[in-house]
């Protein structure tokens, strides 16, 4: 669960103001909470934390202290937002996540200094259109909900860099996604997207994107222009290829292909010389491509659950400190592991070799203190 970003000036902490002070005793005596307050310099109640107090509703008193910068109504029972959360002119950063929301009132869209929304783990069926008028916005959590869609204005939030989308039910994107060019994470993972709009293109900033267990089962050749991605998560889709502008993605440095049927890699993923991370488990291969030994940073790859019968003699020359073959068609131990100088950890499990001769095999690996599982 996330902290409250914490950067609201309360540093002497003063005395709240006769004002501010009268309100939250009217709030004690409605709801039996005495929350948590942070002061700016002059006592004026800037942050509300009103976290894990058994509230099914927000008392109306909150919407009373009108300079709140940060408001916290975490893991409650809350069903709504009251519409006079307007009233709320200053806040920054609203945090709703754990509760029971079913939606989020239209005058939401009028907070228009919020930098950060936290709706994480609640009812929410949609989202109201109203919450593209957030042109400060620069997070929003909406992952576990029920979403379906988003609006389709999506895309004037020119602000945001963080989205977080997963555990929902939505179906497609707006094609205004790709407006969104400041935005650096996405997540989507746990969905049910068959395809991504060519539009994404124009994330031209996105770092890191999370596609994984949804139905996706080709993209469009605009998601090789991604070139800022360093993270790529397309675990447990419908891919049934990996397009050659793979190559393009030289940023990368962690990719996550596990549980697609690819049968094959691109030469071109020779290309990622940035990479380090690389899971291909449960792809169907047979084989890999000569370009692999150009995955110079390489040190964790997983190769689980193939039909590998063989590897290129490039592999040999990787720098790998991590590598699983478990699973795997291979009829003869590789000999080519001894030549693994950095090699920390192996699992060679339930391949087609000799088991007879594996201690005799593995020694020099296991001389320098690899671990290897046979």
């Known amino acids: 669960m996330r902290e409250p970003s914490g950067h609201i000036e309360e540093q002497s902490n003063p005395a709240v103001t006769v004002r501010d002070a009268k309100i939250l005793d009217r709030l004690e005596t409605v709801s039996g909470v005495r929350p948590e307050v942070g002061t700016d310099t002059a ?36 069903r709504g937002v009251p519409d006079s959360v307007a009233c709320l002119s200053q806040l920054r950063e609203l945090q709703l996540s754990g509760n ?122 605009a998601f090789w222009e991604l070139e800022s991605l360093c ?29 697609n049927a690819l049968g094959c890699l691109p030469a071109s993923i020779g290309s990622l010389t940035k990479l380090r991370t690389l899971k291909l488990n449960r792809c169907q291969l047979a084989a890999l491509p000569e370009s692999i030994g150009g995955l110079k940073s390489l040190r964790k790859l997983w190769l689980r659950e193939n039909a590998l019968a063989n590897l290129p003699e490039t592999f040999w020359g990787l720098r790998l400190r991590h590598l699983d073959l478990q699973l795997n068609a291979l009829c003869y131990f590789p000999s080519g592991l001894c030549r693994l100088d950095e090699l920390e950890t192996v699992w060679l499990d339930r391949n087609g070799f000799d088991r007879a001769g594996m201690q005799s095999h593995t020694k020099p690996l296991r001389a320098r203190g690899c671990d290897v599982s046979y």
């Open 43 to 78: 006592g004026n109640v800037v942050s509300l934390l009103l976290d894990n107090c058994g509230l099914d509703a927000l008392p109306e008193e909150v919407f009373e202290l009108r300079d709140i910068r940060l408001l916290s109504a975490r893991d409650n029972c809350l």
């Open 100 to 221: 029971r929301i079913r939606a989020l009132p239209i005058q939401i869209g009028q907070l228009e200094h919020l930098k950060r929304l936290d709706v994480e783990g609640n009812e929410l069926a949609a989202l109201p259109s109203t919450i593209v008028n957030l042109s400060n916005l620069d997070s929003l959590w909406a992952n576990n909900n029920l979403l379906t869609t988003l609006p389709d204005g999506l895309g004037g939030l020119a602000r945001l860099r963080r989205l977080y989308l997963y555990a929902n039910r939505i179906r497609s994107l707006p094609r205004t996604i790709g407006n969104l060019s400041n935005l650096v994470c996405l997540d989507l993972k746990r969905n049910a997207l068959t395809e991504i709009p060519e539009t994404i293109s124009g994330l031209t900033r996105l770092v890191e994107l999370n596609l994984w267990d949804n139905a996706i089962a080709s993209l469009p050749d």
């Open 231 to 259: 993270v790529l998560n397309l675990r447990d889709n419908a891919l049934t290829e990996l397009n050659y502008g793979i190559g393009n993605l030289r940023n990368l440095e962690a990719l996550y292909l596990d549980g």
